[in-house]
């Protein structure tokens, strides 16, 4: 490729980027640069004017990341009041911002583009340079976002009424312990879905005040993964509770996992004193409920089965929302 093809090129593809304030003129240019690369390939012009059609690539949709995080609408929330992509001009309240399909981008094109437009200059040309890949900077991002999150969420605990301050004794307890897969001999066990919170170790859960929490006669429901089953019967004798069953809630979707994909999670019943279930015909497979929302979140119908089968006062530890009725304890609890 000759120097004079090489300028007339560059000022070409900077001209366009510059004309590029839509997103659909920003995808354009995208698909067209990536066209003119694979033909630029073909027809042998050499490294240098494919690289050229690969970085107004990235260049484009860099551009469609910032102008597709103008609009809440890429998000999937209304878009009244907002600035439509491309646009001076505020919409009026009744009207909305074009939806994704209306721009014919999909979901994960409008997440990888403004995943690149989120990063810094220096990352971004570190993957045009082809120096990292869109892989990379994508699971660095997100795991800077998670690291952010632990962060705050721990905080959050911190910040927390202490569970030994709390007052009276339970006849119920519900736990969700934010576990940490580390200390069961397995490296990245959960491969790409390392946990949002700060987790803790086997011995950090076991000096939870739960035995002092819990009355004479207490039911203990305690979340756990097939995995962590041995060290969920240690914390249930440390506790005080003899183990009576294991409650399985199956997931209407597969999971990570290093040999089996994960579909069930499971539920630990314990039970301190001879205290009964209110009901006979509670089940041990617990219905396919779709999970809350956030990592790990648990489906928000389990306390009403909870409330169907014990008997309050009614604790739930590390809890992410308040219910009526039940004392929490966790991220949000004062």
């Not at 090129?9 to 001209?15: D, S």
């Not at 959050?156 to 736990?175: D, H, N, S």
Request: proline share 5%.
């Amino acid at each position: 490729m000759s120097e004079t093809s090489s300028v007339v090129l560059f000022k070409r593809g900077a001209l366009l980027l510059a004309e590029a304030n839509t997103v659909q003129k920003a995808k354009e240019l995208k698909d067209l640069s990536l066209t003119a690369g694979e033909w630029a390939k073909r027809k042998g012009m050499g490294e240098e004017a494919v690289q050229y059609c690969r970085g107004y690539a990235l260049e484009a949709e860099r551009r469609m990341g910032e102008l597709l995080a103008e609009t809440e609408r890429a998000k999937g929330t209304a878009g009244a009041g907002r600035p439509k992509i491309g646009s001076n001009r505020t919409i009026p309240p009744n009207s909305q911002s074009p939806t994704l399909a209306e721009l014919g981008v999909s979901k994960r094109e409008s997440a990888e583009a403004q995943m690149l437009a989120e990063i810094p200059r220096a990352e971004f040309d570190k993957v045009k340079a082809g120096k990292r890949t869109k892989a990379q900077v994508r699971r660095a991002v997100r795991e800077k976002k998670r690291e952010r999150k632990r962060r705050e969420n721990a905080a959050k605990v911190a910040a927390a009424t202490k569970p030994e301050q709390l007052a009276g004794k339970f006849t119920t307890i519900v736990i969700d312990p934010p576990w940490d897969w580390g200390d069961e001999g397995d490296v990245n066990q959960m491969g790409r879905a390392k946990p949002d919170f700060a987790s803790m170790s086997i011995d950090q859960l076991e000096k939870l005040p739960v035995a002092a929490l819990a009355d004479s006669d207490c039911h203990l429901y305690l979340w756990i993964t097939n995995r962590s089953m041995p060290k969920g019967f240690r914390l249930l004798e440390a506790w005080g509770f003899r183990h009576v069953t294991i409650l399985t809630w199956p997931k209407p979707s597969f999971g990570m996992g290093n040999y089996f994909r994960g579909q069930t999670e499971h539920v630990l019943f314990g039970v301190k004193g001879s205290l009964m279930l209110k009901r006979k015909n509670a089940s041990t497979l617990l219905p396919a409920w779709k999970r809350g929302r956030g990592h790990s979140a648990k489906p928000p119908e389990f306390l009403e089965f909870v409330e169907s089968c014990s008997s309050g006062p009614y604790l739930e530890m590390f809890s992410r929302s308040q219910r009526q009725g039940w004392t929490a304890w966790g991220e949000n609890s004062k």
